[in-house]
Nanobody, 115 residues
Framework: VQLVESGGGLVQAGGSLRLSCAASGFTFSWYVMSWYRQTPGKERELVAT????????NYADSVKGRFTISRDNAKNTVYLQMNSLKPEDTAVYYC?????????WGQGTQVTVSS
């Protein structure tokens, strides 16, 4: 099983980034997919979730209206479009897959937003 994130980097405040997470080794379309983020000394925070079929989404209040989660089950990939980025969005972003009691984590990708 692999979840491989990409698309992180350094961006100025107000800019945009698109994260991707490519999944392999499991039946991607069966799993709810989420993005989490974590900064040093803090707990991992749930950012956004998309249902297995891609119809239902949920967001943390801090990113509502700025971030969009989506998935392409044909490509086994989940995305996080991040617009109007703020310095407080700086974190390592992790991809997460869950189905019943089974879950998988990606290795994370760093997003740094400069002011």
């Amino acid at each position: 099983v692999q979840l491989v994130e990409s698309g992180g980097g350094l961006v100025q405040a107000g800019g945009s980034l698109r994260l991707s997470c490519a999944a392999s080794g499991f039946t991607f379309s069966w799993y709810v997919m989420s993005w989490y983020r974590q900064t040093p000394g803090k707990e991992r925070e749930l950012v956004a979730t998309v249902s297995s079929g891609g119809i239902s989404t949920n967001y943390a209040d801090s990113v509502k209206g700025r971030f969009t989660i989506s998935r392409d089950n044909a490509k086994n990939t989940v995305y996080l479009q991040m617009n109007s980025l703020k310095p407080e969005d700086t974190a390592v972003y992790y991809c997460y897959a869950r189905r019943l009691t089974v879950n998988y984590w990606g290795q994370g990708t760093q997003v740094t937003v400069s002011s």
